[in-house]
């Protein structure tokens, strides 16, 4: 069964930054793109970013553009997105979700299609503070 373990939530001051990882069971035969979401309280989820499992391509929301990096490593059989988030603000504070597609919707217009993600961890909690 594949699972996708996420970390690195936690509460930061505006301005602060943190790292959030997300390790899949996958192989890049398997998985052909890798993305955040996030969900904040009464809001729908929307998409943050996006990668190729080949790291070449990446897409951003225009919200999070120049403050959040996603990159992505493989190995045989696990692969393992990144999101780095600097000067982070109170509006970034939500459940934040890996997900990975097998498709390379990653590579379109539509990366923030949820319906195309395959597998999705169980979330991590970023919490900012003003």
């Known amino acids: 069964q594949v699972q996708m373990v996420e970390s690195g939530g936690g509460s930061v001051q505006a301005g602060g930054s943190l790292r959030l990882s997300c390790a899949a069971s996958?192989?890049?035969?398997?998985?052909?793109?890798l993305a955040w979401f996030r969900q904040a309280p009464g809001k729908e989820r929307e998409g943050v970013a996006a990668?190729?499992?080949?790291?070449?391509?990446?897409?951003?929301a225009d919200s999070v553009k120049g403050r959040f990096t996603i990159s992505q490593d493989t190995s045989e059989n696990t692969v393992t997105v990144y999101l780095q988030m600097n000067l982070l603000k109170s509006e970034d504070t939500a459940m934040y979700y890996c997900?990975?597609?097998?498709?390379?919707?990653?590579?379109?217009?539509?990366?923030?299609?949820?319906?195309?993600?395959?597998?999705w961890g169980q979330g991590t909690q970023v919490t900012v503070s003003s």
């Open positions: 990668v190729g499992t080949g790291g070449r391509r990446t897409s951003y």
């Open positions: 997900a990975s597609a097998a498709s390379y919707i990653c590579y379109t217009t539509d990366w923030s299609r949820e319906s195309s993600y395959n597998y």
């Open positions: 996958l192989s890049t035969l398997s998985s052909k793109c």
